[in-house]
């Protein structure tokens, strides 16, 4: 529990795909509704969240998943092989697909996420030590985006109820 | 610590692979077996896991993971590369190899360790938010799965010992 | 807290490759720092974070994340498509330039944060119920690994701080 008494959730989000950039936006901005503070800290991969360009266009994977639904969800026979999953132009299949699905069962965007979640306070940290090795600069993320350390997510998340890594 | 005072470990399932439906059904289960409760909200590809069908069917991919041990753990140089693990059949292979090494690591299936989950009480949230994202229906899912949103999961979390997201 | 007041992590590491190598190691290594106690449980691919040989050859996947920065970072039309990343020899090329990225950025590599950690004292747990799924005997760990089950894991868990699944 934070120093003033709400409840607080902490993130580590360290995934850059599409289907795993929801997971700490959804938890995030749901705590928010429920009265709790909330902070993600994205490092590696999960930097992509912070990223101006890359946020509108991450990605799924068609290959790699085996537990990636068929395209026809009743089909189980209809499931993309990798050998078909690796051609060209499959990535961008893949991910319009989910997007659709998403789409359909009415799931905001993770833009909208994202704005839901700095309008409402959360705290993004961006992890310093790691915007090196995905080739990220400052200039890059979006203005809310706090740089620090491992040592600011570790201090934030004692006093959190929940933390999670994603 | 729950209301009664027993320990409480609260998980979330985001993956559906073989390996990685492993974690949080031995964690669940173990965490029984030391008298704490558990609770395990599954979410996107997770969501296999209540899923009556696709359970009995969980697969390893051979591709993409770096980190998989050769057919022989020995002999690094026989580690499959991702040219060969890309054709037809090689997940069903890969998926058969390491099936293999858990039945003579005398592990339980991901079935009996949901049926002692099941039997312990642990909790199983199907996430509704995202079951629309993997073409599931409620009819779909065991019927011990819980339809519930990332609400209910936070407020079973906030009272968690441990919380953790696989 | 743990029994003497110092506040603890409790990490599982589960995976296998570089870029999921790093964050368990870096951030026991930060909790030492900042004074804290600090254990990883390994398990599954994680395990290979405790192995003699292989240790110092964890490797990036090329295929299946498409969140992968491009060679050049400013250049998104660089990205590798996955039907090139499968070729023989991409595997080791992204692993060769991931790792250029991270000397760049001054990281120490998994084998200093894993020499850290140890001296610094943190608790390295080798989950004996995946060894063998994954091909993996004791002698074939570092001396400071040890073998231990889920259920000492969730018992020092239970008294820390912050606790994640990686």
Request: proline share 7%.
């Amino acid at each position: 529990m934070s120093e003033n008494g709400t409840k607080r959730l902490a993130l580590v989000a360290s995934k850059g795909t599409l289907d795993q950039a929801y997971p700490p936006l959804i938890l995030a901005s749901t705590a928010l509704a429920m009265g709790w503070e909330a902070g993600i800290f994205c490092t590696f991969f999960g930097l992509n969240l912070l990223h101006k360009q890359r946020l509108g266009h991450l990605q799924v994977s068609p290959i790699g998943n085996p537990a990636m639904p068929p395209p026809i969800p009743a089909i189980e026979a209809l499931k993309v092989p990798n050998i078909v999953g690796m051609l060209p132009g499959m990535t961008a299949m893949a991910t319009m697909m989910m997007q659709g699905m998403m789409d359909k069962a009415r799931m905001p965007s993770v833009k909208e996420l994202l704005d839901i979640c700095i309008e409402g306070g959360v705290e993004l940290f961006a992890c310093g030590t790691t915007m090196g090795v995905m080739g990220i600069e400052q200039k890059d993320l979006i203005p809310q985006a706090k740089c620090a350390g491992a040592t600011a997510f570790l201090s934030y998340a004692a006093d959190a109820d929940v933390s999670m890594f994603i």
